[in-house]
């Protein structure tokens, strides 16, 4: 986990970093408060920040209340270091958004436990986000993680000009699976089926279930070409799939749809108007047989 240290004093900037070191911690410094307000503001900043109180320019309490006023997506977890000890002094950190204090000079024993303290805090708050965006049976992104992640694809690929393709995804006859063999047996169908997705893509592209046996995937700097190529490559890896059915020498065989569509960045489409069009795509491909990609 990465920490930033705040401390203007050089022998407990020294001695915090070495201690955290130690501990097998990643380590960020800074001497002020605007130096620690610069690196929180850049992407994969610290999570957890033990900053000294008082500082020249901007000190601890004011880097924190800033802090806290930002939309940030995960929680960043707030020490402050300090010689004060007044009962006031407490309620002010509080109130200005600290989660923890140590006073100085510091035990050792107690720095390590307040860190780790702040470690298992922001290891459960990442859990919980993880439980809270992502689909239990297959675990992919839920729709709400996903729209949200589309969301922020979609500014990126107009702010950057860079070219963005989605695809979505309906297993065929999917209902037939359910009758003919029971759930259990389509809840593994769906966990194959995304599983044989998401091997077949590529890091950094995404993949959510969109509801039912319906799965949308988006694939930042891919125009419509590669956003076919690459549904047409899934189709085939899915319909070569077999999947053996459990307590039984039977065996399960499947095909997928697909619509894919290329994200317009001029006309600034809306994420309803993007959906719409891959939906329109995968109708047709449904309508024309099953089995196979269309694009618009």
């Given at each position: 986990?990465?920490?930033?240290?705040?401390?203007?004093?050089?022998?407990?900037?020294?001695?915090?970093?070495?201690n955290l070191l130690e501990w097998g911690y990643d380590i960020v410094v800074a001497s002020n408060g605007s130096e620690a307000w610069e690196i929180i503001q850049k992407p994969e900043s610290p999570s957890l920040i033990i900053s000294d109180?008082?500082?020249?320019?901007?000190?601890?309490?004011?880097?924190?209340?800033?802090?806290?006023?930002?939309?940030?997506?995960?929680?960043?977890?707030?020490?402050?270091?300090?010689?004060?000890?007044?009962?006031?002094?407490?309620i002010d950190g509080l109130e200005a958004g600290a989660d923890d204090f140590l006073t100085k000079p510091f035990n050792q024993e107690e720095l390590k436990y307040r860190t780790r303290i702040g470690e298992r805090i922001i290891n459960l708050?990442?859990?919980?986000?993880?439980?809270?965006?992502?689909?239990?049976?297959?675990?992919?992104?839920?729709?709400?993680?996903?729209?949200?992640?589309?969301?922020?694809?979609?500014?990126?690929?107009?702010?950057?000009?860079?070219?963005?393709?989605?695809?979505?995804?309906?297993?065929?006859?999917?209902?037939?699976?359910?009758?003919?063999?029971?759930?259990?047996?389509?809840?593994?169908?769906?966990?194959?089926?995304?599983?044989?997705?998401?091997?077949?893509?590529?890091?950094?592209?995404?993949?959510?279930?969109?509801?039912?046996?319906?799965?949308?995937?988006?694939?930042?700097?891919?125009?419509?070409?590669?956003?076919?190529?690459?549904?047409?490559?899934?189709?085939?890896?899915?319909?070569?799939?077999?999947?053996?059915?459990?307590?039984?020498?039977?065996?399960?065989?499947?095909?997928?749809?697909?619509?894919?569509?290329?994200?317009?960045?001029?006309?600034?489409?809306?994420?309803?108007?993007?959906?719409?069009?891959?939906?329109?795509?995968?109708?047709?491909?449904?309508?024309?047989?099953?089995?196979?990609?269309?694009?618009?």
């Amino acid at each position: 986990m990465k920490i930033l240290i705040v401390e203007d004093d050089p022998i407990f900037r020294r001695i915090l970093e070495a201690n955290l070191l130690e501990w097998g911690y990643d380590i960020v410094v800074a001497s002020n408060g605007s130096e620690a307000w610069e690196i929180i503001q850049k992407p994969e900043s610290p999570s957890l920040i033990i900053s000294d109180w008082m500082m020249p320019g901007m000190d601890g309490l004011t880097l924190c209340r800033k802090i806290r006023r930002m939309d940030m997506q995960g929680y960043v977890y707030f020490i402050l270091l300090t010689a004060k000890g007044e009962k006031r002094d407490v309620i002010d950190g509080l109130e200005a958004g600290a989660d923890d204090f140590l006073t100085k000079p510091f035990n050792q024993e107690e720095l390590k436990y307040r860190t780790r303290i702040g470690e298992r805090i922001i290891n459960l708050e990442r859990r919980i986000l993880e439980l809270a965006n992502t689909d239990a049976l297959t675990g992919v992104m839920n729709r709400r993680a996903f729209m949200e992640r589309m969301e922020q694809e979609t500014v990126r690929s107009r702010r950057d000009k860079i070219p963005l393709s989605f695809i979505l995804a309906d297993i065929d006859h999917f209902k037939k699976v359910n009758d003919t063999y029971g759930h259990q047996v389509g809840d593994l169908v769906l966990q194959r089926f995304t599983a044989t997705v998401s091997a077949s893509m590529r890091p950094y592209d995404l993949i959510g279930r969109y509801g039912g046996e319906e799965f949308v995937i988006c694939l930042p700097g891919a125009d419509g070409l590669q956003a076919a190529s690459a549904a047409e490559r899934i189709r085939k890896k899915v319909e070569a799939m077999e999947i053996i059915v459990p307590d039984s020498s039977k065996s399960v065989s499947i095909t997928a749809s697909f619509g894919a569509t290329a994200y317009s960045v001029e006309s600034r489409e809306s994420m309803d108007s993007i959906i719409k069009k891959a939906d329109d795509a995968l109708y047709r491909a449904k309508n024309e047989g099953r089995n196979r990609v269309c694009t618009t």
